[in-house]
Nanobody, 124 residues
Framework: QVQLVESGGGLVQAGDSLRLSCAVS????????MGWFRQAPGKEREFVGVISWSGGTTDYADSVKGRFTISKDNAKNMVYLQMNSLKPEDTAVYYCACDRSYRFHYVAREYDYWGQGTQVTVSS
């Protein structure tokens, strides 16, 4: 079992930055990949980005590429999502997720464990 707890959400203005954190606990493996997803009201949960266990490889949705950066600190069991140049359309609940496979997956159903989410609201 893996437990994930997100934090760092809040209300910001367009153009601002925000850093989300995901605390990881439980039994993790070096094959795990960590992803960030988001879900806006009335919409499906969508992929934001993913990072390998080592942190050496990342991938992002086109909508956030160049603005968002995922990083991780394995010594602290933390995963981060740095969000810059935020836009109103980034408003959503953001979720951290763990995928037991070493592969990168881009759909929510492929992930095995989820956090409770943290709300990010970007005002115009």
């Amino acid at each position: 079992q893996v437990q994930l707890v997100e934090s760092g959400g809040g209300l910001v203005q367009a153009g601002d930055s925000l850093r989300l954190s995901c605390a990881v606990s439980g039994r993790t493996f070096s094959s795990d990949t960590m992803g960030w997803f988001r879900q806006a009201p009335g919409k499906e949960r969508e992929f934001v980005g993913v990072i390998s266990w080592s942190g050496g490889t990342t991938d992002y949705a086109d909508s956030v590429k160049g603005r968002f950066t995922i990083s991780k600190d394995n010594a602290k069991n933390m995963v981060y999502l740095q969000m810059n140049s935020l836009k109103p359309e980034d408003t959503a609940v953001y979720y951290c997720a763990c995928d037991r496979s070493y592969r990168f997956h881009y759909v929510a159903r492929e992930y095995d464990y989820w956090g409770q989410g943290t709300q990010v609201t970007v005002s115009s």
